[in-house]
Structure formats: C-alpha cells, structure tokens
C-alpha cells in the first residue's frame, strides 16, 4: 500500500530515491527529499507490503489547476524487483487522486509507465 512520506522515513527514502540514476549524488538526493518536504505540489509516497517492509517509492508533482500528475521518481529496491511493486505503486495513485487527474511521465519515468498501461 501506498503511504505519505514522512519526516521519520528521511532515510528510508534517500536510500530508495538514490537509485534513481539522477539521485546518485548526496548534495541532489538531500535537495530533492527538502523540496518534497516544503513543495505542496511535490508529493511522496511509499510503498509498504504486508511484512511492513518499504520497498519502494514513488515521486509526483501534483497540478491542482489543470488535474495533473508527473511522475518524477519512481523506484524499488532491488531486492524486491520484479514482483511488481511500481505497477502496483502506479496503479494506487487512483486511490489518492480521482479519475479526473492524468498521469503524466517524465524523461525518467516514461518507458516504466508506459509498460504499466499495457499490463
């Protein structure tokens, strides 16, 4: 399931964001985790199995005026890939946004979402 980030989960998510191949840099990651920290319109999420384990997150600009959402940062840790943990992630936007919103991609994320609409 999907939770918001929160303070207390600082270092889980750099170490998940960090494998993003944009992320990699210390000085990036503590800038990009301080704009999802004071951005509205930049939200965080995690995502948690059963076993309460945080295996992966996903990053998102949130456009209010023209319903939209870019997808940004989307990633799972290794030891827990291909189980479908980011479509599982993509697909549980719906429960935080209506039908109203679009998903959109950026450079990063646009072939991941893209294979998420086939599947």
């Not at 889980?12 to 964001?17: E, K």
């Not at 980011?86 to 719906?94: D, S």
């Amino acid at each position: 399931m999907l939770i918001r980030y929160k303070k207390r989960l600082e270092k889980i998510a750099m170490g998940l964001l960090s494998f993003m191949p944009d992320e990699k840099e210390v000085k990036r990651l503590q800038d990009t985790i301080k704009e999802y920290e004071t951005n509205d319109q930049w939200q965080l999420f995690l995502w948690k199995e059963e076993d309460d384990v945080l295996g992966g997150a996903i990053g998102l600009i949130v456009k209010e005026d023209n319903k939209s959402i870019l997808v940004q940062h989307i990633t799972v840790d290794p030891s827990h890939r291909n189980m479908g943990i980011g479509k599982k992630m993509v697909h549980a936007l719906e429960g935080f946004f209506d039908e109203s919103y679009s998903i959109h991609a950026n450079e990063q994320t646009e072939r991941f979402l893209e294979k998420c609409k086939t599947s």
